[in-house]
């Protein structure tokens, strides 16, 4: 049997005809309005984030323990500093400050992930703050300590850091402003003779008499670089919890990569065996290359079909997103607080995802896919929390977000990795990735039973191919002649 070439004309005229038809211009559209969304998707949640910054939680922490001046006053710079920051706040709710007793309550707060970042007050503050009225050695430098989580990261890391920066800087102004105001009025009191006024603070007792922690008044010393000193005097420190943190891993950007290759992971094997059963059941033509595979159509209702790529797409997915896990642990040299857990979380995340997808498949067709691919990954990563954190997000893009998979599979993979499998957040990802396996299954159950029941096959009844029986009836006996 000879075949006859396929000339340039007839190729011509082929793709003249699917030129002309309305239907594959519209995939055009279509083509450009996914493409739109999905650059929204990302470039809407990074577009101004500190316009849209609301109630950033930070830890303010004062160990501060003051002292008492020559006439029994009582002097607590820490407390005021505490004071100050908290009624500034109440004007801005762009940062969130809680006030905790000591900085184990601090540290305690970062890892139970409650905020990104803390301010802390050293018990010597009060002290070193007055020891630059001083004469002599003894003046020091007063300090505050930003402390930072080596799970934070992305923007959420620079932002709390800004916050908790800018916040210090502005306690160090006003304590600077208090610090000339007395150091001017003792140098002019001195000059008259006059040392007991020195016993009234003027900016109304923020900065009280400094006797009991040096010796004489430096008010003669008042000189400009002095002065320049006190204007800001407040030194700013950084310190990251836990101190013996492995540096490989504190960028705090791994979860998000890998909640990334976790997602992908689990939208590949929904695809492939979409691809492959229903090119086994004879629904869909299987091309490598130039060679097209097209088997007889298998009678099979669609609840069953589902059920077949649900059970094989478990598998599949929670293997998928165990080597995902392990390739991160071994060959990436990931440091996890909780490997084994990691390991297991990893691998539902992705089965997760891939029975989502098949449901999307099931319930929509070819549009599923498109459907789930939007979800899960164009939209789902800009809002999961990684790059931009929730509360620089709009108000609306953020509970979209806490409802699509991506901001659970971060949020649990940050948790294992940085806080322990005993996280808070931990046990929320376990269970809304739970319920989206559980609720996948009874998604593609009830709408494939749905069509089943309403007679939408997917082939015609002469597409079919008929079951070999077991036990073939016997041939009848030729009558007799």
């Avoid at 505050?144 to 800018?166: F, I, Q």
């Avoid at 320049?228 to 310190?239: K, R, S």
Wanted: with cysteine; proline share 7%; glycine share 10%.
């Amino acid at each position: 049997m000879t075949t006859n070439p396929v000339t340039e004309e007839d190729t011509t005229v082929r793709a003249g005809t699917v030129w002309k038809q309305p239907s594959a211009w519209l995939v055009v559209v279509v083509g450009c309005v996914l493409a739109a969304l999905s650059t929204l998707s990302y470039l809407v949640p990074a577009t101004d984030p500190e316009d849209h910054l609301h109630r950033l939680p930070l830890i303010l922490v004062s160990e501060d323990q003051g002292v008492t001046t020559a006439d029994g006053t009582r002097v607590d710079l820490g407390t005021q500093l505490v004071r100050g920051i908290t009624r500034a706040a109440a004007r801005d709710d762009r940062v969130e400050w809680t006030v905790v007793a000591d900085r184990a309550d601090a540290e305690r707060a970062l890892t139970d992930q409650e905020a990104y970042a803390a301010l802390a007050v050293p018990r010597d503050f009060t002290r070193t703050s007055l020891s630059l009225l001083t004469a002599g050695g003894s003046a020091e430098r007063p300090t505050l300590t930003v402390l930072t989580h080596r799970g934070v990261g992305g923007m959420a890391a620079s932002m709390s850091d800004k916050a908790a920066r800018e916040t210090a800087a502005k306690a160090s102004t006003r304590l600077g402003a208090q610090l000339v105001t007395r150091a001017t009025a003792t140098a002019a009191d001195g000059a008259t003779g006059n040392p007991a006024a020195g016993a009234t603070d003027r900016t109304g007792g923020s900065a009280p008499d400094a006797a009991p922690v040096g010796t004489r008044t430096q008010g003669a010393a008042a000189g400009p670089g002095f002065l320049t000193l006190l204007h800001d005097p407040v030194q700013i420190m950084a310190e990251q919890h836990p101190v013996d943190a492995v540096p490989a891993s504190s960028g705090g950007i791994v979860p998000l990569y890998l909640a990334v290759a976790l997602l992908i992971s689990g939208l590949l094997p929904a695809t492939l065996l979409t691809m492959l059963i229903d090119a086994r059941l004879g629904y869909l033509p299987l091309e490598v290359g130039p060679r097209r595979l097209l088997k007889p159509v298998v009678g099979i209702a669609r609840s069953s079909t589902f059920l077949a790529k649900a059970g094989i797409g478990a598998v599949m997915g929670f293997t998928a997103g165990a080597v995902v896990a392990w390739v991160g642990l071994g060959s990436a040299g990931i440091d996890a607080q909780a490997p084994g857990p990691l390991v297991v979380f990893c691998g539902l995340a992705c089965a997760a995802v891939t029975l989502l997808t098949l449901a999307l498949f099931a319930v929509l067709g070819a549009p599923g896919q498109i459907l789930a691919l939007l979800l899960v990954t164009l939209i789902g990563i800009p809002l999961s929390g990684g790059a931009v954190p929730p509360e620089a997000l709009p108000a609306r893009l953020d509970a979209l977000g806490q409802l699509l998979p991506a901001r659970h599979v971060f949020e649990g993979a940050r948790s294992l990795l940085f806080y322990g499998g005993d996280a808070p957040r931990v046990t929320t990802a376990w269970l809304v990735m739970g319920a989206y396996a559980l609720g996948s299954v009874l998604l593609g159950l009830l709408g494939s039973h749905f069509y089943d029941r309403r007679g939408y096959r997917r082939a015609h009844e002469h597409e079919m191919t008929p079951r070999p029986t077991a036990h073939p009836a016997p041939e009848p006996l030729p009558r007799p002649s």
